[in-house]
């Protein structure tokens, strides 16, 4: 028996002593991820506009957690956060039981994101459609083992475990809990922490807005990735996750509009891992920071935060000035303006009105998506309007480029248009009578003269030259915008009075203030459009070191054959001369007013008009270009202070 045991000895320790010795300290690494802070936002001349901030996240680690009992770590958690004003992670669209012990959906009928997120909810738990808020609450309490607790904590442990569901809450998966707590609360959980295994404090990044109302419909926003961009199921039922694949996490922050979604690339950063290693004993051996963050990219813009500010405030005080000046203009309450830069293509302002501030727009989302003037609208760049008489110059160069008319050529402005039978529209012949050329009808808007010159050259012509000069198509602007359109021979209601309505700017034209402020630029240009855009270039976040630069970018040509875009040039200075506020400004402006008609009429019988405006200078070397347009603001010339705002802010930089 001894000799039995001796050489079973030898057998276990010499034999297959390593095999052994390994399995007893064999471990596994548990790796977690560490988020890398957002790259800023900033303007032209590095000015924050959005950057990451350092916040503070309560978040359970499963690991560490050990065989604590769950339910009961989460009520003393629940209760740490309740006594310090903080919330926690549940959106279980459902409200607490009533006195008879019942529940209630709290999702709005006429809110599609929060049918949505219900929908998905009963899904998610198996459950049918027509599932009441009683059906829901009975499957968790059933799947988490909640029957034990009263109501109220059966809604509160339940809504923490579907959160958990939703973000595979493991091992190797954290659950953040509490998102940007207090230092107070901060402080509350270390102080608790022995009788809080698991839970962690861990340091994060929060997006901030130093200048919240600067360029906020542009600059778009970030969230938490949703359900519908996590899964994504295809015609046929194929379940793929994207976001996963390119190694995001279920509840990271990602840009969900505008720039934000656009450079989501480049502001993400690379995020770090944590390494956490338990022995065979479940014991934890080593905690270390593998893989250091790293943090997103720079993202330079080529706004001004200063300029746009000015602009911003030109606008309103035009509007308020506007309403309260005009009998006919008092329901001004809105409008756009967008100004680039002549040379690069480049954004320099885009502002509208009314607008809201970024750090208050989860805060106040409500009052501004009920408010009846559309705060949260981007006008600048998905407005559509009518261009009206600022469509003019562009008919005038197809008119001159293909050689229709030159600078002689005259049409005579008696009042009325007489060419058709059946239709006779008219010209104020404000300013004008009698035989007129290019330069003055540009100049005093004469209709009668455009009227002809588009009838002859028609909407096949003329619509192929406001194209490359930037209507009716994409400018080139990185987040979404309006494609617009222009009047053509095979829209359903066109008739040959449409083609002539259309050479005014009328007719079923509409396009959006980038894409006239585009239009004034290629003008002022001499025929050279320019890719518009809002990114001057890429940087590193360490260094300031230039990694990509945006270089202008010609998008399409007009040949300048002759004195094409002089004539043009001198009929919009002419415009200017007539513009109070305009003549005799120091610097010569170039600047075409429209004032097309709306579909509601004053008492007297006469149309409402938005007032619209484009223009560029200093003339002799074009430096900015500006378009303008005010809903309900009458007379196009009722814009005209916008643009001398943003010419005396050129001026006073010595820009102009």
């Given at each position: 028996i001894m000799g039995l045991y001796v050489m079973r000895l030898i057998f276990l320790q010499l034999v297959n002593g390593d095999s052994f010795k390994a399995q007893a300290t064999n471990t596994t690494d548990y790796k977690f991820t560490v988020t890398a802070a957002r790259g800023d936002i900033v303007d032209s001349k590095g000015e924050r506009i959005a950057s990451s901030v350092t916040g503070y996240n309560v978040v359970l680690n499963k690991l560490l957690m050990g065989d604590e009992d769950l339910d009961a770590l989460l009520q003393k958690l629940v209760g740490l956060l309740g006594e310090n004003g903080e919330g926690w992670s549940d959106s279980l669209l459902i409200g607490q039981a009533d006195a008879a012990?019942?529940?209630?959906?709290?999702?709005?009928?006429?809110?599609?994101?929060?049918?949505?997120?219900?929908?998905?909810?009963?899904?998610?738990?198996?459950?049918?459609?027509?599932?009441?808020?009683?059906?829901?609450?009975?499957?968790?309490?059933?799947?988490?083992?909640?029957?034990?607790?009263?109501?109220?904590?059966?809604?509160?442990?339940?809504?923490?475990?579907?959160?958990?569901?939703?973000?595979?809450?493991?091992?190797?998966?954290?659950?953040?809990?509490?998102?940007n707590v207090s230092e107070a609360t901060v402080a509350t959980i270390k102080e608790n922490s022995l009788t809080l295994p698991g839970v962690e404090i861990v340091e994060t990044s929060a997006r901030s807005y130093e200048q919240g109302t600067v360029l906020p419909h542009v600059l778009g926003r970030v969230g938490k990735i949703t359900a519908e961009k996590w899964k994504v199921t295809d015609e046929n039922g194929q379940v793929t996750y994207p976001l996963k694949e390119k190694g995001y996490n279920m509840n990271d922050v990602i840009g969900i509009?505008?720039?934000?979604?656009?450079?989501?690339?480049?502001?993400?950063?690379?995020?770090?891992?944590?390494?956490?290693?338990?022995?065979?004993?479940?014991?934890?051996?080593?905690?270390?920071?593998?893989?250091?963050?790293?943090?997103?990219?720079?993202?330079?813009?080529?706004?001004?935060?200063?300029?746009?500010?000015?602009?911003?405030?030109?606008?309103?005080?035009?509007?308020?000035?506007?309403?309260?000046?005009?009998?006919?203009s008092k329901q001004a309450s809105a409008g756009a303006v967008v100004v680039i830069d002549v040379k690069t293509g480049g954004v320099l302002a885009a502002?509208?009105?009314?607008?809201?501030?970024?750090?208050?727009?989860?805060?106040?989302?409500?009052?501004?998506?009920?408010?009846?003037?559309?705060?949260?609208?981007?006008?600048?760049?998905?407005?559509?309007?009518?261009?009206?008489?600022?469509?003019?110059?562009?008919?005038?160069?197809?008119?001159?480029?293909?050689?229709?008319?030159?600078?002689?050529?005259?049409?005579?402005?008696?009042?009325?248009?007489?060419?058709?039978?059946?239709?006779?529209?008219?010209?104020?012949?404000?300013?004008?009578?009698?035989?007129?050329?290019?330069?003055?009808?540009?100049?005093?808007?004469?209709n009668i003269f455009?009227?002809?010159?588009?009838?002859?050259?028609?909407?096949?012509?003329?619509?192929?030259?406001?194209?490359?000069?930037?209507?009716?198509?994409?400018?080139?602007?990185?987040?979404?915008?309006?494609?617009?359109?222009?009047?053509?021979?095979?829209?359903?209601?066109?008739?040959?009075?449409?083609?002539?309505?259309?050479?005014?700017?009328?007719?079923?034209?509409?396009?959006?203030?980038?894409?006239l402020a585009t239009y004034a630029g290629t003008l002022a240009n001499r025929g050279v459009r320019y890719r518009t855009h809002f990114v001057k270039a890429i940087l590193d976040t360490n260094t300031g070191k230039v990694l990509q630069e945006t270089q202008p970018e010609v998008m399409d040509v007009i040949e300048d054959r002759g004195d094409t875009f002089d004539l043009v040039r001198q009929g919009m200075i002419g415009v200017s001369e007539t513009v109070s506020g305009l003549k005799n400004y120091p610097v010569t402006i170039a600047c075409k007013t429209g004032s097309p008609q709306l579909a509601g009429t004053l008492p007297d019988g006469t149309h409402y008009t938005n007032s619209v405006l484009i223009g560029y200078g200093p003339v002799q070397q074009p430096r900015f270009a500006v378009a303008v347009v005010i809903e309900y603001g009458g007379g196009g010339s009722n814009a005209a202070p916008v643009l001398r705002a943003a010419a005396d802010w050129f001026a006073a930089a010595g820009m102009a």
């Open positions: 012990g019942h529940y209630a959906y709290t999702a709005e009928s006429d809110n599609a994101a929060e049918q949505r997120s219900l929908a998905a909810m009963k899904e998610n738990l198996g459950l049918q459609q027509y599932a009441t808020a009683d059906d829901v609450m009975e499957k968790l309490v059933e799947d988490y083992d909640l029957a034990g607790f009263s109501l109220y904590w059966q809604r509160i442990l339940g809504g923490i475990h579907y959160e958990m569901q939703l973000q595979a809450f493991s091992n190797v998966n954290n659950f953040i809990l509490a998102e509009s505008g720039l934000e979604s656009a450079y989501e690339d480049e502001l993400r950063g690379k995020d770090g891992v944590e390494t956490i290693t338990r022995n065979s004993d479940g014991v934890i051996v080593n905690t270390a920071l593998t893989t250091v963050p790293e943090p997103g990219h720079t993202v330079q813009l080529t706004i001004d935060s200063e300029f746009q500010k000015a602009v911003d405030q030109a606008l309103a005080k035009n509007v308020e000035w506007i309403r309260n000046s005009y009998a006919d502002s509208n009105y009314p607008s809201f501030d970024q750090n208050l727009y989860a805060a106040n989302y409500s009052a501004y998506s009920e408010d009846e003037n559309m705060p949260l609208f981007n006008r600048a760049l998905q407005g559509l309007y009518t261009p009206g008489s600022t469509y003019k110059p562009s008919v005038a160069v197809a008119a001159l480029d293909t050689g229709l008319i030159n600078r002689y050529s005259t049409v005579l402005c008696n009042g009325v248009y007489t060419y058709y039978k059946d239709y006779h529209p008219k010209c104020t012949r404000h300013g004008h009578r009698g035989n007129i050329s290019v330069v003055d009808a540009i100049k005093w808007s004469c455009f009227y002809d010159v588009g009838r002859r050259l028609t909407s096949d012509v003329y619509d192929a030259y406001a194209y490359k000069l930037g209507l009716g198509q994409r400018t080139g602007v990185e987040v979404s915008e309006a494609l617009g359109r222009l009047t053509t021979k095979n829209d359903s209601n066109y008739t040959a009075s449409l083609d002539i309505q259309a050479a005014i700017g009328q007719g079923n034209t509409v396009v959006t203030p980038v894409q």
